[in-house]
T-cell receptor, first 116, second 111 residues
Framework: SAVISQKPSRDICQRGTSLTIQCQVDSQVTMMFWYRQQPGQSLTLIATANQGSEATYESGFVIDKFPISRPNLTFSTLTVSNMSPEDSSIYLCSVEGGGASNYGYTFGSGTRLTVV | SQQGEEDPQALSIQEGENATMNCSYKTSINNLQWYRQNSGRGLVHLILIRSNEREKHSGRLRVTLDTSKKSSSLLITASRAADTASYFC???????????FGSGTRLQVQP
């Protein structure tokens, strides 16, 4: 099953700045998914990242605010730009495969972002 | 967007008791999955049930799926304090590869 290394695990950032979150997978994967989890809430899909093409964003999320890179089949980054306190959330990346039955999805350990 | 609701939102039980969580969804699905999250960290996949299956077991976990009612339940038998976590259902909707998550149930198992 896939193993994901996600960095940083947490950060405290000033409003107006940007933070880039990295996910490294130990195997090649076609799609990587980025989620946001606001405090006390469930996970919401931000975008799907395919290697070699632009990411596909969900309604309510735009590339200027959450630019994504996918330079190869094992790596992706999500940048949270021009941050405000409302961006304080846990951000998680995910790939297909792994899990109890090898058909579930594997998640990174998450990045807990606090914007002050 | 949020797929649907889970109930209860929070559940507190004693060690050894069974815990049942319910999930509803709104669309046509390929499969439904359950995940556990400890203390706001990464999610751990627990079990997957396909749309043509009605019941599945894995260890102390039992999941059911009723596609006519667009609902699923997760039963954890003989709960342990270590089962304390948030539990989320997630659907793989027809035509999509990304998961859509339910609202989650916070389970507290008292020792």
């Amino acid at each position: 099953s896939a193993v994901i290394s996600q960095k940083p695990s947490r950060d405290i950032c000033q409003r107006g700045t940007s933070l880039t979150i990295q996910c490294q997978v130990d195997s090649q994967v076609t799609m990587m998914f980025w989620y946001r989890q606001q405090p006390g809430q469930s996970l919401t899909l931000i975008a799907t990242a395919n290697q070699g093409s632009e990411a596909t964003y969900e309604s309510g999320f735009v590339i200027d605010k959450f630019p994504i890179s996918r330079p190869n089949l094992t790596f992706s980054t999500l940048t949270v730009s021009n941050m405000s306190p409302e961006d304080s959330s846990i951000y998680l990346c995910s790939v297909e495969g792994g899990g109890a039955s090898n058909y579930g999805y594997t998640f990174g350990s998450g990045t807990r972002l606090t914007v002050v | 967007s949020q797929q649907g609701e889970e109930d209860p939102q929070a559940l507190s039980i004693q060690e050894g008791e069974n815990a049942t969580m319910n999930c509803s969804y709104k669309t046509s699905i390929n499969n439904l999955q359950w995940y556990r999250q400890n203390s706001g960290r990464g999610l751990v996949h627990l079990i997957l049930i396909r749309s043509n299956e009605r019941e599945k077991h894995s260890g102390r976990l039992r999941v059911t799926l009723d596609t006519s009612k667009k609902s699923s339940s997760l039963l954890i038998t003989a709960s342990r304090a270590a089962d304390t976590a948030s539990y989320f259902c997630a659907t793989m909707d027809t035509g999509r590869r990304a998961l859509t998550f339910g609202s989650g149930t916070r389970l507290q198992v008292q020792p």
